[in-house]
């Protein structure tokens, strides 16, 4: 009767073989997920840091336009998005002393604009965000009718709101103290889904001279 060890021995090169492969196997895949995990880790790092660095640079154009501000709008109204869902949305607008450009008056417009979250749950527009911008205002486009176009960092993102940087363009009329804004906020289509906030807001102006 013959040795089971003996008998087997040949199989011995296919066994390594095969236990070799698995391992290699295992290593790729092991390679391949701690790539992606430094990928991972590297874009939140880079998008933290861009987000950190525009909410300074706000922050600092915000400090020395609020010092020098010449009026504040305080606003109030409602937010859609895709397939109408309305929700309710605030803002607070400073507006620096105005000077001319090319005949042309210009305004700095700091702006904080805050969107409530929906109740649906379903598609991820139940988080409230935040948006932070800064940029100019064109107060005599014609007769009361102004015009602004600011840069801006949302948090958190959403669905409509899915980039941290946004782009934040308001039409609006004013007469006296009172203050009709129709805004839009959207990334420009820079990542997706982009739905996009656009609202209509309306309040009154304080002079903080």
């Known amino acids: 009767m013959s ?6 021995i040949h199989l011995l090169p296919e066994i390594i073989a095969r236990f070799s492969t698995v391992l290699a196997n295992a290593g790729c895949a092991g390679w391949a997920w701690v790539g992606h995990a430094e990928r991972w880790f590297d874009g939140r790092v880079r998008t933290a840091t861009r987000a950190v660095a525009v909410s ?13 501000s010449a009026d ?18 605030v803002a607070v607008d400073w507006l620096g ?65 899915s980039s941290t940087h946004q782009f934040v363009s308001s039409l609006g009329w004013s007469d006296h103290n009172f203050v009709i804004i129709m805004r839009h906020i959207s990334d420009a289509s820079t990542r997706a889904p982009n739905l996009g906030e656009t609202m209509l807001l309306a309040g009154v102006r304080l002079q903080i001279e």
Do not use: C
């Open 3 to 8: 040795n089971p060890i003996t008998r087997d």
């Open 56 to 68: 300074m640079l706000l922050a600092l154009i915000a400090g020395s336009t609020v010092a020098r």
């Open 72 to 89: 504040m709008d305080l606003l109030g109204g409602a937010s859609a998005t895709s397939h109408g869902r309305l929700t309710p949305a």
């Open 97 to 161: 002393n105005p000077w001319q450009w090319k005949n042309m008056a210009v305004q700095p417009d700091i702006g904080l604009t805050y969107v409530a979250g929906r109740r649906d749950q379903s598609d991820g527009l139940h988080r409230s965000a935040l948006v932070v911008a800064a940029g100019v205002r064109f107060p005599e486009l014609w007769h009361q009718l102004f015009f602004s176009f600011q840069v801006g960092v949302a948090a958190p993102h959403t669905p409509a709101l």
